[in-house]
C-alpha cells in the first residue's frame, strides 16, 4: 500500500508534511513490521491548486529520488495551497507511469476531478458495476478502475451523489479504502472528499492497523489528513482518524470548510 497527504491551507504550514511524506516513503517501519519493505518507491504524484492554477505530477521516480521535483512543489507552497500526494507501493496493476497517482479524468457531465486511493479494491466487482470491459483494463489498477467508475457513473461533484457511489465502491473493500478525491465543476468551483476505512479484521491487528490509520492534523490556517507514517517525521498535534469517516471539504481561493459525515 502507499503513503497519502492531502493538505489545504497556509503553503508555509504545508511544506514540512510534504518533507514528511519523503521521509515517510523511504524509510517506513510500519511497512517494514509487516514484512513487505521499508520504502514506497513505485512512483509518485501530485496535484496543487494555488493562486488560480493547478499543477499536475506524476513520476516512476520514487520520490525520495526526486529531490527536484520535490523542490520544484515546496518551492510553490505560497500563499493559500491545495496540495494532495500519493506515494505508491504497488499491490495490483502494473509498475508503471499508467498506474501512478493521483488520476486525473473529465467527466462528460461537467466537472473534473483528480483522484488517489490507498487500499486494496476489488477491481472484479468494479468493472460489473461500471459495466466496463475486463480486458481493457488487464494492466489497470484498482484505483484507476475505481476512478472510470466514477468517471462513468458519479453525476455531480454533490455531496449528497458523492456519498451515494463512495459507498458502492466501499463494499468492494478487501483491505482499506483510503482516498482524497479533489473536484472541479464548471463553474471553476472545487471542493474536496476524503475518506477514511479500513475492513474490521484489520482494526484487530496492531501492526495492520497502525500501518493503515489515517491521521487529522487541524491547526490555524490548515486543515490536513496524511497516512500514518507522516506523524513520526514531524511532530504535530494529530489525531487519529475514526474508522468509516469522510470529510466533505468546500475550497475556495482562501478558506477552506470542512463537513465531516459517516461512510
Not at 493562486?51 to 513520476?59: A, F, N, P
Not at 493521483?102 to 468494479?126: C, M, Q, V, Y
Not at 471553476?188 to 501492526?207: C, D, N, S, W, Y
Request: charged fraction near 25%; charge should be neutral; include cysteine.
Amino acid at each position: 500500500m502507499c503513503r497519502i497527504l492531502f493538505a489545504a491551507g497556509d503553503g508555509k504550514k504545508i511544506k514540512p508534511l510534504v518533507d514528511a511524506i519523503v521521509k515517510a516513503s523511504e524509510n517506513d517501519p510500519y511497512k517494514e513490521r509487516r514484512g513487505s519493505g521499508r520504502q514506497h518507491r513505485d512512483g509518485w504524484g501530485y496535484v496543487l491548486v494555488r493562486d488560480g492554477s493547478v499543477r499536475h505530477y506524476r513520476s516512476m521516480k520514487p520520490i525520495f529520488e526526486d529531490s527536484s521535483a520535490v523542490a520544484s512543489v515546496k518551492d510553490a507552497l505560497e500563499g493559500f495551497s491545495v496540495l494532495m500526494v500519493h506515494t505508491r507501493a504497488a499491490s495490483q496493476g502494473a509498475k508503471n507511469l499508467f498506474n501512478v497517482q493521483p488520476f486525473a479524468f473529465s467527466t462528460r457531465r461537467g466537472f473534473s476531478f483528480w483522484l488517489l486511493h490507498n487500499g486494496d479494491l476489488n477491481k472484479e466487482k468494479i468493472i460489473e458495476l461500471a459495466e466496463l470491459d475486463e480486458k481493457d483494463l488487464r494492466n489497470a489498477s484498482d484505483s484507476y478502475t475505481f476512478a472510470v467508475y466514477l468517471c462513468r457513473r458519479l453525476p455531480s461533484p454533490k455531496l449528497e451523489d458523492v456519498l451515494i457511489h463512495y459507498r458502492v465502491i466501499e463494499e468492494t473493500t478487501k483491505s482499506v479504502f483510503n482516498t482524497m478525491t479533489l473536484f472541479q465543476n464548471s463553474k471553476g468551483e472545487f471542493t474536496a472528499f476524503i475518506t477514511a476505512k479500513m475492513v474490521e479484521r484489520l482494526l484487530q491487528k496492531p501492526e495492520r492497523f497502525d500501518y493503515s490509520k489515517l491521521l487529522l492534523l487541524r491547526e490555524e490556517n490548515l486543515f490536513a489528513v496524511a497516512s500514518s507514517t507522516l506523524e513520526l517525521y514531524h511532530e504535530a498535534g494529530y489525531e487519529v482518524i475514526p474508522n468509516e469517516t469522510a470529510f466533505y471539504l468546500r475550497i475556495s481561493y482562501e478558506d477552506v470548510s470542512v463537513e465531516t459525515v459517516h461512510l
